[in-house]
């Protein structure tokens, strides 16, 4: 790590994006909500009507979002897809960094769900690789690599004192992680480096705290493969 800069990413433009889903299987599961939200509390907010897809009532419960909700209120999938892929260029263009909880997820079922509806993925309307992304999850693990506990968003908002209310809604969690990726470089000054740096290190935090958890399960006699890809899983990539 470097000194903190003047131009700390913390400090540029930036924007925080959430996806609700289905399930938690990128290849199959759709995008229920989104939001977009900046630090200004200007939000956008979508609702597909997963065309045609299920809410299973465990997704339901947690998201408050049911599927009868989805289709009355929600717009068609495709066009749902096409505009937060859209809106995420957008920022990336304008030079915002994007800040997202968890990543490799997100990011990974935006792609699947522009394939899906035969729309351009974020990365075809850049030109360029996604970047740069702040990922909270990535940006913990490595600040206070040997802190116990969980690391859901719940629990960092928790433990970096940012409110979070309505957790597992898209509005409530992209501000968290907006708020929880602040807090983190004010905690932490060597993490206070222009966008395009903090992108790279998270690319090698990810892939190392991806083989460390690995050997770990392995170690554990537990069958692991653990993608430590990021900001996008690798195709077929796992966890």
């Excluded at 977009?36 to 200007?42: A, D, E, R, S, Y």
Aim: a negative charge.
């Amino acid at each position: 790590m470097s000194a903190p800069t003047a131009t700390s990413w913390h400090r540029g433009p930036l924007a925080s994006y959430d996806c609700e889903t289905n399930g938690v299987d990128i290849h199959t599961h759709r995008i229920v909500s989104a939001a977009l939200i900046h630090p200004n509390g200007q939000t956008t907010h979508w609702l597909s009507d997963l065309d045609g897809a299920e809410i299973p009532k465990a997704a339901s419960d947690v998201r408050g979002i049911s599927t009868e909700h989805a289709r009355a209120h929600g717009r068609p999938a495709k066009q749902v897809v096409d505009q937060i892929a859209h809106a995420l260029t957008g920022e990336l263009a304008g030079q915002a960094a994007l800040v997202v909880m968890n990543a490799p997820f997100d990011l990974s079922l935006l792609d699947v769900e522009c394939h899906r509806h035969g729309v351009a993925t974020v990365a075809e309307r850049l030109g360029t690789a996604i970047a740069p992304v702040v990922d909270p999850l990535v940006l913990d693990r490595a600040a206070d690599r040997f802190r116990r506990g969980k690391r859901t968003l719940e629990a960092l908002a928790a433990h970096y004192g940012v409110p979070l209310t309505d957790a597992h809604t898209a509005d409530a969690d992209a501000g968290a992680a907006l708020d929880v990726a602040c807090a983190i470089a004010e905690k932490f000054p060597d993490l206070q480096v222009p966008a395009e740096v903090l992108h790279g290190w998270q690319v090698q935090w990810h892939a190392r705290w991806a083989q460390d958890f690995e050997a770990h399960l392995k170690q554990s006699g537990k069958a692991a493969s653990i993608d430590g890809s990021w900001p996008l899983r690798s195709i077929g990539g796992k966890a």
